[in-house]
Structures are given as structure tokens and as C-alpha cells.
């Protein structure tokens, strides 16, 4: 490779990185420059050559409809500031998409390394919340503050989409081309502080306290110790894991603690979705809550007759807000004015990204989205590794209990990391087939 083509690739490798830091902080100006930079880096390499790629691949062509789809609700909606911020969030899956279809530029030593400062960059993340977290319990005694959105409230993310980006740290840590890759340290080194990142994440979800990452976590750990021991020839490791495993889900629902009181807030009587008003003192819990958004969301496109191209991505929070205010949900103080900063249900979403996505874009819209996740996982399974399934499966399942792409963080999620799992360099899959893969 010319000294040209190694400036080149260089850049690309540091933008990646500067892309992922800026993301896991939440410095989202920043990371909008660093979005182009990452852009621009790639196209100073064979510009036409990786243009003509990325038309022809169809996940670009996919993803690239679904948000030309959204932009045309400037034609018909009545908030054009919320459609301008929406259409410029979602130029986020366009760029991103543009630049791994475009070739791959990253070799195996690359990809490797690649992985490795995501690790770190996640570690150091969540490290600085829980420096933040333990300061603050030293001054208040609470020790809420560990947990949930207390927890990532320090780099402004959102703990369920924040859980994600651990899972899939877990996963690419557990995959046979996962080991960190940092100068200086051994063989043995390496596969000890794997093993310290790992438990690390772990720990960490557990704080997060996401219900359904917390599902995923525990079936891709089991998943792991199945597919590294075989159960016939190591039956006292897998027993032996298993039972730690029982014992500590055991340990976590009987006792009173913040992650038993989530899942033991899922009870509740499911007719109250169906009343027609509520007084500002209702409780809902989280599966109340989104079997009533979705019932609002399937109303207000009954009400509009707009199934097939919704009621643009513009208006669709606002039409939700009415109904918060119509059947008397919890909004705040309304006596403070629209600019209150206790505002109750009030800009939340539908919580599921199909129906909202059916709800911005009507049908149009939602069969751009299917059709992105089937050239996704079409790609996956060519690929013969399981790390892309893996990832798509959980983004796939993700999108039914939250709707991700009405944040930058969550459309980052999901451009960024199925393209990341489906980059390693085919030396490397041919170099571990899938029937003699180990982490």
C-alpha cells in the first residue's frame, strides 16, 4: 500500500474513533463533524469507485429510501422545525451507510483494533459514571443513583439505549476475533483483561437495569459457555455455570432490590389502557404505558386516514401530545406555559419503532424499514459469522419495546453497529469457520 493510500487510511481509523467517542459522550455537535469527517476521509480513496458500490449495495439503497421517505413530509406537515430536525437526525443513517458500503477500508489488524478502542471508550464511559455515581451517593446516601438513568444521566444518554452499546461490547468481546489488541501485553495478558472487560460489562448491565438488555446479555453468556464447552466433554463446567447462573437470577428476584422492583412493576391491571380518560395522578407501568401509546398511535392514524404515507415525522408528536392532554394524562403545569421544564408525558414517544415509524411514514415508510433489516440480514447470513445476525436480532427485538430513531443516539445504533459486525475482513472468517469459532 502506497504512503498515500496509509494517510488516508489512517484518517478513516481516527474518524471511526472520534465518531464512536463523540457518541458514547454525547457531544453531538462535535460528532456531526466528525460524521463528515469520516466521510470525507473515505471518499479521498477511489471516490467514483466507492460511490458506484454503495448504489449498488441494497442496504445503502434501503436505508437511503426510508429517509427520503421521511424528508417528503415537508410536502404535508404543519411542524416544519420538528420535520427539519427530524430529517437532519436521520442524514446520520444516510452518511454512515454511504461510507461502509462504499468498500471496506479496514484490514484485519485494523478491525481488531478498531474493536479495541471501542472497548476502551466504553469502559472509560461507563467508569466515569460510576465515579459520578459514587460522588454523589457519598453526598446524598441514595443509592438509586448507581441505577438506570441516574447512572447515565453524567454523558446524557438514555440507559436503554446505552445498554445496547454494552451488549454489543459483550458480544464482540465473546466472538473468536474479540480479544483486545493493545501493545505491549502477552497472549495471556490479553485474554485476562477480555476476561476483566467482560465481567466489567456485565456489572454494568446489571446497573443499567434494562429489562429486556438484561434477557439479552444472559442468553448471549449462556450462548458463549455452550458454544466453548461442549456439554458431553465439559459437563462440570457447564453445570457448574449454570447453576452460578440460576443461583444469582435466584438471588436477584427474591431479594428487594432495584432490578426485582422493575420486573415486579410489570404487573398491573392491563384494562386501564382501555378507559377513555385518566386523571394526572394515574400510574402506568412500562407495559401500560406502551399498550397505550400504541393504542393512541392506531388511533390518530385512524382519525387522519393516513395509512399509507402517515402524518409525516413533523407532526407525529405533537398529535401524540393531544391525546395525553385530551384523555387528562400527567403534563405538568400547564400555568408555567409551553416552555415548563416539568412536563409530564408530554413529548414521549410510541415506544415501538414499527408503529411509529407506520405512524410517521405510513406504509410506505415502514416497508423502507423492513426492507433495510431484510438486506441487513440477507448480508448477515453470507457473511456466515454470527456476530451480524446477532446484532440485528437484537436491534430487530429492540424495536418493539422503544423506538430508537427518534434519537441520535439509537440512530447510531442502528447504522453503525450491523455494519461494524458485518466489516471483518473475510482473511478473518475464512481464518476461524464457524464450526471451529471459540472466543
Not at 84 to 94: H, N, R
Not at 114 to 135: D, G, K, M
Not at 422 to 435: C, Q
Request: glycine share 4%.
Amino acid at each position: 500500500m502506497s504512503s498515500t493510500n496509509t494517510w488516508r487510511q489512517r484518517l478513516f481509523f481516527f474518524s471511526l474513533i472520534a465518531v464512536l467517542f463523540t457518541t458514547l459522550f454525547s457531544w453531538f455537535n462535535l460528532n456531526s463533524i466528525c460524521i463528515m469527517l469520516m466521510l470525507v476521509s473515505r471518499f479521498l480513496y477511489q471516490p467514483a469507485a466507492g460511490l458506484k458500490a454503495a448504489f449498488r449495495n441494497p442496504i445503502f439503497l434501503a436505508l437511503l429510501s426510508y429517509c427520503f421517505v421521511g424528508a417528503t413530509g415537508v410536502l404535508y406537515t404543519h411542524n416544519m422545525l420538528d420535520q427539519t430536525k427530524t430529517v437532519s437526525k436521520e442524514a446520520t443513517l444516510v452518511a454512515v451507510a454511504l461510507v461502509w458500503c462504499a468498500g471496506n477500508m479496514l484490514d484485519r489488524q485494523d478491525y481488531r483494533r478498531l474493536l479495541s478502542w471501542y472497548y476502551v471508550l466504553l469502559f472509560a464511559a461507563c467508569a466515569y459514571c460510576l465515579v459520578i455515581a459514587t460522588r454523589n451517593y457519598r453526598h446524598t446516601g441514595d443509592a438509586a443513583v448507581f441505577f438506570y438513568h441516574l447512572l447515565t444521566r453524567p454523558i446524557s444518554q438514555n440507559a436503554v439505549f446505552f445498554s445496547v452499546y454494552v451488549v454489543f461490547g459483550i458480544l464482540f468481546l465473546l466472538a473468536p476475533y474479540g480479544e483486545p489488541v493493545i501493545a505491549g501485553l502477552s497472549r495471556q495478558a490479553r485474554k485476562f483483561l477480555r476476561i476483566l472487560l467482560l465481567l466489567f460489562f456485565l456489572g454494568i448491565i446489571v446497573l443499567l437495569n434494562s429489562k429486556l438488555l438484561l434477557v439479552v446479555a444472559l442468553l448471549l453468556l449462556i450462548h458463549a459457555l455452550l458454544r466453548r464447552y461442549s456439554l458431553r466433554r465439559h459437563i462440570a463446567i457447564v453445570i457448574g455455570a449454570g447453576v452460578v447462573i440460576v443461583a444469582a437470577v435466584v438471588l436477584v428476584s427474591v431479594t428487594n432490590n432495584p432490578i426485582s422492583m422493575r420486573f415486579r412493576d410489570m404487573k398491573g391491571d392491563m384494562a386501564l389502557v382501555n378507559q377513555p380518560t385518566f386523571t394526572t395522578d394515574t400510574y402506568f407501568n412500562p407495559l401500560q404505558l406502551r399498550l397505550l401509546e400504541w393504542r393512541f398511535a392506531t388511533e390518530i392514524l385512524h382519525e387522519h386516514k393516513t395509512w399509507l404515507i402517515g402524518v409525516s415525522p413533523g407532526d407525529f408528536q405533537d398529535l401524540l401530545d393531544q391525546k395525553y392532554v385530551q384523555t387528562h394524562m400527567y403534563i405538568g403545569d400547564t400555568a408555567q406555559g409551553p416552555q415548563r421544564h416539568v412536563r409530564g408525558f408530554i413529548g414521549y414517544n410510541t415506544h415501538n419503532q414499527y408503529l411509529e415509524t407506520f405512524m410517521r411514514s405510513g406504509v410506505v415508510g415502514l416497508a423502507c424499514l423492513l426492507a433495510a433489516f431484510a438486506a441487513f440480514f440477507t448480508a448477515a447470513q453470507r457473511s456466515k459469522m454470527r456476530e451480524p445476525r446477532f446484532v440485528l436480532v437484537i436491534l430487530a427485538v429492540f424495536f418493539i419495546p422503544e423506538a430508537p430513531l427518534t434519537m441520535q443516539h439509537g440512530v447510531f445504533l442502528f447504522c453503525f453497529f450491523p455494519f461494524l459486525a458485518l466489516a471483518i475482513p473475510r482473511t478473518e472468517a475464512a481464518a476461524e469457520p464457524m464450526s471451529a469459532q471459540r472466543p
